[in-house]
């Protein structure tokens, strides 16, 4: 991480932004007027896991220290209803500063790797090319599709999940699904979920995160593939 910690931008759309895009349906939407209706629009679904989003912006100096007091934390959610309100006014990934990160973590586990619930999992890593248009939306509807996921449950194995963690850089985009433990037949079924929703070409690696304490996070050999 950094020495000197870039001052961290907005990850919320603007009110500015939010007008314009309601002012852009009302132009482009002649919709009927909505008949009356016995549903309740206050009532909220609730997931089976409350999760939180966590930000920490682009920093220079790779220290714990800094890492701590860089990360914080947007807001945590435990409704359908609540996820929405939280993602529509959050900036896209494609649009963040190189060398931030979103993470979304289940609630009560902070995105470390000391973490008593991470430190004995790892991580499935997806890299992805961040040049041109079409690779810019294709990391952004991974992230939809991430984060659906997993507060959707749709992983047969979402108990050993702890989290994601999504990362702009320079030369390429990554995706990180963090695991809370390395038992190799759980997280292959999580990693063939995960690369073949994803339309991932070639082989996806399975990092753990006590190899990557001691060097990079990510030029870690994989402990397996699929």
């Known amino acids: 991480m950094d020495k000197e910690t870039k001052e961290a931008p907005e990850v919320t759309k603007t009110e500015e932004e939010t007008q314009d895009e309601e002012q852009e349906t009302k132009e482009t ?28 912006p682009a920093s220079s100096r ?5 890492w701590t007091s ?3 934390e947007i807001w945590s959610f435990s ?7 939280l993602f529509n006014n959050l900036v896209p990934p494609s649009r963040l500063p190189q060398g931030s990160n979103y993470h979304m973590f289940k609630n009560g586990v902070t995105p470390e790797w000391e973490d008593p619930y991470n430190e004995n999992g790892g991580k499935w890593l997806v890299i992805l090319p961040n040049k041109g248009e079409e690779a810019l939306k294709k990391f952004d509807e991974a992230w939809l599709w991430i984060v659906l996921a997993l507060i959707g449950e749709f992983f047969d194995d979402s108990d050993y999940i702890s989290g994601v963690v999504i990362s702009p850089r320079s030369k390429n985009n990554r995706i ?3 695991t809370t433990m390395t038992k190799e037949d759980i997280c292959k079924r999580i990693g063939i979920i995960f690369k073949q929703n994803l339309n991932i070409d070639g082989n996806l690696g399975f990092q753990c ?6 060097g990079s996070g990510y030029r870690n050999q994989p402990k397996f593939q699929v």
Do not use: C, Q
């Not at 009927?32 to 089976?48: C, E, Q, R």
């Not at 409704?79 to 309100?85: A, I, L, P």
């Open 29 to 56: 939407t002649s919709a009927p007027a909505s008949p009356k209706s016995d549903i309740d629009l206050t009532i909220k679904h609730p997931l089976h896991t409350t999760w939180t989003m966590w930000y920490n």
């Open 209 to 214: 995160h006590k190899d990557a304490m001691g």
């Open 176 to 178: 990180a699904l963090w």
């Open 79 to 85: 409704t359908v209803e609540d996820f929405w309100r």
């Open 62 to 66: 790779n220290s714990s220290k800094t």
């Open 70 to 72: 860089n990360i914080r």
